[in-house]
């Protein structure tokens, strides 16, 4: 799985020192589209206003992944169970 960040930082205040800050995560062996995510005009000054856009990213990526299990998780039963209730249904006509 090659999985690859690209990350932007654009509309800098030198004066506030905030910005906005764009990531994308693509995973080439998906074919799903790949995902962004932005903070916009979040404060980039120290180590740990940095840290705290990292952890929200990555917040952000593990609960979409964690939605996307969900509705695969809930698509796979639905679909075991219409295969079920036909394949029973057949038996019976």
Request: charged fraction near 25%.
């Amino acid at each position: 799985m090659a999985i690859t960040w690209d990350v932007q930082i654009s509309n800098v205040n030198l004066i506030s020192k905030r910005g906005t800050v764009t990531a994308t995560r693509t995973d080439s062996e998906s074919a799903l589209e790949p995902r962004t995510y932005t903070v916009s005009n979040t404060p980039l000054e120290t180590s740990a206003d940095r840290l705290l856009v990292l952890n929200t990213l990555k917040e952000w990526e593990t609960t979409e992944t964690d939605k996307i299990a969900s509705v695969e998780t809930f698509l796979d039963t639905l679909v075991q169970t219409a295969k079920t209730n036909l394949e029973t249904w057949e038996l019976t006509r």
